[in-house]
């Protein structure tokens, strides 16, 4: 097929058409979004604000937020006004933005759920021990380890992928711009990029989720060992409501990007990217934060 020019734009085809149904569930994404929005800035409002938030649990849960606003600030607002305008174009250098930010903030939150994750077991199984074994300098040093991993992969992936000569066919059957979608509309071969993007994802998706399964197993262990009924149901309801964020988050990472090609589809691509694009965020702030009697406390401290 006949190349088209790397500076002609590529068209989004959307996650919504303009039938009854689709224009609902369209304000229901735009109603969840915003919900996210508002969640995740006052956690961070919140952290910053009161001292008593001032620890290496909550600092962790406030990069948490800023990722995920600015996970939503990337997709949502582009989708909106395409869906609303009817004008579907997006330019290479914003494509490659639009990679850029997703994978950075998607592959950092995964090794900053594993942090998070070995913060609650050292705060369950070693309390007496935590300012040592969760240290500011150890809190400062998986932060800027999981941005920095964030970073590299999106800069490698947005790159690899812009490098491509794309074919006369440039609409990209999705609501933003994702490599493995975009990589289908190549023309060269893109076996080798594949490959190095399983072995990303296998770095950037299965190290963490091990990481997390050990830590929540060793902390289920301790539960057991409790002789409390009450703390053992609390940290049991604790434990599982995590393990569903998580398993949300990277059960939909893996199905997008680690499954054989062949089994890829379209339409199925779009309404799992919906979950760890706009409902994970949204859900996080709930689960992780507004749930917790110290952030409940500091919410009201700030309305009186």
């Known amino acids: 097929m006949e190349n088209w020019n790397i500076t002609a734009d590529f068209i989004l085809l959307g996650l919504f ?12 994404v735009l109603i ?10 006052l956690m961070l409002l919140l952290i910053l604000l009161d001292p008593r938030l001032h620890r290496p649990m909550y600092f962790l849960l406030s990069q948490l937020s800023l990722m995920d606003l600015m996970l939503i600030s990337t997709i949502v607002p582009k989708m909106a006004v395409d869906y609303l305008t009817g004008k579907k174009f997006i330019s290479p250098a914003g494509c490659g933005f639009q990679i850029f930010f997703f994978v950075t903030l998607g ?4 090794f900053l759920l594993a942090a998070m994750s070995y913060d609650r077991y050292v705060a369950v199984c070693h309390p007496l021990r935590y300012p040592v074994l969760m240290s500011w300098k ?8 999981s941005w920095f991993l964030g970073t590299a992969d999106g800069l490698m992936q947005a790159a690899a992928t812009l490098n491509f000569s794309f074919c006369r066919t440039h609409e990209i059957d999705h609501f933003f711009c ?10 060269a071969d893109t076996s080798v990029f594949e490959y190095v993007m399983y072995i990303c994802c296998v770095l950037m998706l299965l190290i963490p989720i091990f990481l997390i399964l050990i830590s929540y197993g060793l902390i ?15 940290a049991f309801a604790t434990c599982s409501s995590h393990l569903s964020v998580v398993g949300l988050f990277f059960g939909a990472g893996i199905f997008t990007y680690m499954r054989p090609k062949s089994y890829r589809s379209a339409n199925y691509n779009k309404v799992v990217s919906v979950y760890y694009t706009i409902f994970t965020p949204v859900l ?13 406390g500091a919410l ?3 309305m009186d």
């Open 220 to 234: 289920l262990a301790a539960v057991l060992q409790m002789h409390s009924n009450e703390a053992r149901k609390k």
């Open 107 to 110: 592959g950092g939150e995964c």
């Open 284 to 296: 996080n702030p709930l689960i992780y934060s507004l749930r917790n009697s110290e952030v409940k």
């Open 138 to 145: 150890l809190c400062l040093s998986m932060i800027l380890g």
């Open 17 to 28: 058409n303009h039938t009854g149904a689709h224009q609902f569930l369209f304000v229901l």
């Open 32 to 41: 969840v979004a915003f919900t996210s929005l508002v969640g995740n800035a």
């Open 300 to 302: 009201r401290k700030c």
């Open 178 to 187: 994702e490599a493995p979608t975009l990589v289908r509309l190549a023309c």
